[in-house]
C-alpha cells in the first residue's frame, strides 16, 4: 500500500510550521503543542488509531502554512496558501504523484483541520488538530536535532576510508593502509582485490610496518618473510632498502633491531667511547647495545 | 627498624613491588643449573669477556670457559649474605664495626671503628653498594672472621660449587679466593630465592643511618637497573685480578635470563648486549621503553662503561 506507506511519515514529529531561520545555537522562545493526526481510508473499516506527538512551535508565530513536519516538507509542496480570518485553505502536490486539498481553523492556543490526498485513485483523509499544552520549549530544538542527524550521517559517511559505503571494503583499505597482515594473508584472509593487495604490499614494506612484523615474531625474521613472500619479493631485498632508508633517515631503532651492522659510521658518531651510564636517550642507547653485540661476535 | 622501612620504600621507587607480583623475584633454586653439567656451550660472543655464560629460562645457551677458575671478586658477597640471613641475622639488630673492617678497602662506606649500624643496613650497604667494610662487619658479627669464611665454604660445598673456595667476605683479591662462572650462576639463584637478597640487589640506591646519626647514601654498583628493561639486579665485583664482573638477572614476558661475566672488557654495554641477544633468542622482541625503574639512574653511576673504551672500575 504505497500510499499509506508514503503519508505515514507525515503526522510524525510535525513542526507545526516550517522551522524558522536556523542559527545552530541560538534558542528560540516556543510553546509546546500537542499535535494529533487521524488517517482514515474509504473503505477500511478497522480505523487507524491517532498518532500523536509533542512539538514545539515558535510564540506568536504566525500560521504560514500548513501544519507538516520536515520530512513531508521536503517532500511535498505546498501552494496556494489562503488565511482568511482564522481560517486556512491549501493544495498540496508530493512526490510519488500524489496531491489533495486540506483547510484548517485556528485559535491562538489551537487547531482543527483535514487534508484530503490521493494517489494512484486511491484516497486518504487525514484529520489534524493541535493544542498548546502550555509549557514553554525551544523551537529550535527541532532543527538542531536534525542537523545533528545530519551530521552523524555525513560523518558515517566518511568515516569509510575512501568514501566507500561498504563495510568489509572500508576494512580492507584501512587494513592494507597499516600493513595489517591478517586480512590478507593465511587461510581467514578477507581482502582479495589486487588493487587492495597491491596497497597492502605498498605499506608492508615500510619501516614502521616491517619493524611490527619482527616484533610480532619475537624479533625473529619469520612473519617479515612470509609478508614479503606475499608480496612477491624478499626479506633480503626489502631490507636491504629499508635499512639504507634507516641510515638515510639516522632511524636507530630499526637500525638496532633490524641492521646493526649497517650503522658503523652512527656508531661511531653516537656510541663510540660513550660510558653506557651516559646515554639517556632509550633509542641510543638502544643502538649502540646493538652495536655492542655485534663487536662482541668478532 | 629503620632499614626495613627505608628498604620497603625503595622497594616501590624501584618498582619492585610489581616484580614481586607477577613472579619475578626469587628464583628457583641452584640445583638446576648443576644438572646440566658438562656440556659444550656455543661461545657465540667470544669478545664478551674472559669467562661468560647466559641462561635462558633455566637453560645454558652461551658460554666460554664457563668453568675455568677466576678471582670472582665482590659477587662473593652473594654468599656473605646469604650465609649471614640463614645464620639467623636480625636485621635490626645493631653491629659494632671493627677497626679490621673499618680498615677494609673501597668501596666501603667509610666506618669509623666502633660506629654502628644495623645488620639490615649493612646487608643493603654489602649488596646495593658493595661496601667491603659492611660485608667484613657483617661477618665478624656472625662468627668472627676465619669462622665464618669456613662457614661460607662449608655452604658452597653444600650448594655444589665444586670449583669454588673463598678467602673472605668482600671478595678483595686474596690467595685461593676463585670460582667460575658456572658456580656463580648456582650461587646466584641460590641468593635469589632469599627475598631478602632479592630485594635488595634490585635497589637503585638506599639512605643507611649509622648509630650516630650519619646519613649516608648509596648508590647501586649495578648500572644495568633502569637502563635496561627487565633488570632486576644482582651483583658486580672488580679487582685487578679479577677485572669486571657481572652477574645480572632479567625477566620480560615471563622469560628469564642470567647473565654472568667474568673479566669483562666492558660489562655493561657487554651485559645489555648479551641480556637484548638472549631476549631474542627467547622470542621476546626488545622493548622500546624501560617502563620500570627508570628513575633508578643511581647518581654517582660507575665508571669505566664505555664503548670501546675504559676508566677504573667500580667494585
Known amino acids: 500500500m504505497r500510499v499509506h506507506r508514503y503519508l505515514a511519515v507525515m503526522p510524525l514529529a510535525l513542526c507545526l510550521a516550517p522551522a524558522p531561520a536556523f542559527c545552530a545555537d541560538e534558542k528560540v522562545p516556543g510553546d509546546e503543542w500537542e499535535a494529533t493526526v487521524r488517517m482514515s481510508m474509504p473503505g477500511m473499516a478497522m480505523q487507524m488509531p491517532p498518532q500523536t506527538a509533542k512539538v514545539c512551535r515558535e510564540k506568536n508565530r504566525a500560521w504560514d502554512g500548513p501544519p507538516m513536519d520536515k520530512q513531508t516538507e521536503d517532500r511535498c509542496k505546498v501552494s496556494g496558501w489562503q488565511v482568511s480570518g482564522n481560517h486556512a485553505t491549501w493544495k498540496v502536490t508530493c512526490e510519488g504523484g500524489m496531491s489533495g486539498t486540506g483547510d484548517m481553523t485556528f485559535t491562538p492556543d489551537s487547531y482543527t483541520g483535514t487534508m484530503n490526498v490521493s494517489m494512484e485513485g486511491r484516497a486518504m483523509k487525514m484529520d489534524l488538530s493541535g493544542k498548546k499544552t502550555g509549557k514553554d520549549c525551544d523551537a529550535m530544538e527541532n532543527a538542531r536535532a536534525m542537523q545533528r542527524a545530519q551530521k552523524q550521517a555525513a560523518d558515517a559517511q566518511e568515516y569509510l576510508p575512501g568514501g566507500s559505503k561498504d563495510p568489509m571494503i572500508a576494512a580492507c583499505n584501512e587494513a592494507a593502509a597499516s600493513g595489517n597482515r591478517s586480512m590478507f594473508m593465511g587461510p581467514g584472509a578477507q581482502c582479495k582485490k589486487p588493487e587492495q593487495k597491491e596497497a597492502f604490499c605498498k605499506a608492508a614494506v615500510t619501516r614502521k610496518a616491517f619493524d611490527g612484523y619482527i616484533k610480532e615474531a619475537g624479533g625473529q625474521q619469520t612473519v617479515a618473510k612470509e ?29 638496532a633491531n633490524n641492521c646493526p651492522d649497517k650503522g658503523k659510521e652512527l656508531a661511531q658518531k653516537y656510541c663510540a667511547g660513550r660510558k653506557f651510564s651516559s646515554i639517556p636517550e632509550e633509542t641510543v642507547r638502544n643502538f649502540c647495545i646493538a652495536y655492542a653485540e655485534k663487536l662482541l661476535k668478532k | 627498624m629503620r632499614g626495613s622501612t627505608l628498604l620497603s620504600f625503595a622497594l616501590l621507587q624501584a618498582g619492585l613491588g610489581g616484580a614481586l607480583a607477577t613472579g619475578v623475584g626469587p628464583v628457583a633454586g641452584a640445583g638446576a643449573a648443576r644438572t646440566d653439567a658438562p656440556q659444550v656451550l656455543e661461545d657465540r660472543y667470544p669478545r664478551a669477556a674472559a ?155 638506599a639512605t643507611l643511618t649509622t648509630s650516630s646519626g650519619r646519613r649516608i647514601h648509596v648508590a647501586s654498583t649495578n648500572t644495568l637497573l633502569g637502563r635496561v628493561p627487565g633488570v632486576r639486579g644482582i651483583k658486580t665485583g672488580t679487582t685487578a685480578r679479577a677485572g669486571e664482573c657481572l652477574i645480572a638477572i632479567a625477566e620480560r614476558d615471563g622469560h628469564r635470563v642470567l647473565v654472568v661475566l667474568l673479566g669483562a672488557k666492558d660489562r655493561w654495554w657487554t651485559g645489555a648486549a648479551l641480556v637484548e641477544a638472549a631476549f631474542r633468542e627467547a622470542g621476546v622482541a626488545r622493548v622500546d621503553s624501560a617502563g620500570e625503574g627508570t628513575a633508578a639512574a643511581a647518581p654517582g653511576a660507575p665508571s669505566g662503561d664505555e664503548l670501546g673504551g675504559g676508566a677504573p672500575p667500580p667494585p
Open chain 2, 51 to 205: 669467562s661468560y655464560l647466559v641462561q635462558i629460562d633455566g637453560r645454558l645457551v652461551w658460554g666460554r670457559e664457563i668453568d675455568a677458575r677466576r678471582p670472582p671478586a665482590s659477587l662473593v658477597k652473594l654468599l656473605t649474605a646469604l650465609v649471614a640471613l640463614e645464620d639467623g641475622l636480625d636485621p635490626g639488630r645493631v653491629v659494632r664495626v671493627s677497626e679490621r673492617a673499618a680498615r677494609q678497602t673501597a668501596a666501603k662506606l667509610a666506618f669509623r671503628p666502633g660506629e654502628g649500624m644495623t645488620a639490615g643496613q649493612l646487608l643493603d650497604a654489602a649488596l646495593i653498594a658493595s661496601a667491603n667494610d659492611a660485608a667484613e662487619a657483617l661477618g665478624e658479627d656472625r662468627a668472627g672472621p676465619q669462622a665464618f669464611v669456613d662457614r661460607m665454604n662449608a655452604r658452597a660445598r653444600r650448594l655444589g660449587l665444586t670449583r669454588t673456595h673463598f678467602s673472605n667476605p668482600t671478595g678483595l683479591d686474596a690467595r685461593g679466593q676463585v670460582s667460575t662462572a658456572r658456580d656463580l650462576l648456582a650461587l646466584a639463584q641460590e641468593a635469589l630465592v632469599h627475598p631478602e637478597i632479592a630485594a635488595r640487589v634490585a635497589l637503585p640506591g
Open chain 1, 227 to 255: 609478508v614479503t613472500a606475499f608480496c612477491g619479493t624478499s626479506i633480503d631485498f626489502v631490507l636491504k632498502n629499508l635499512c639504507a632508508d634507516a641510515l638515510a633517515h639516522e632511524d636507530l631503532t630499526f637500525l
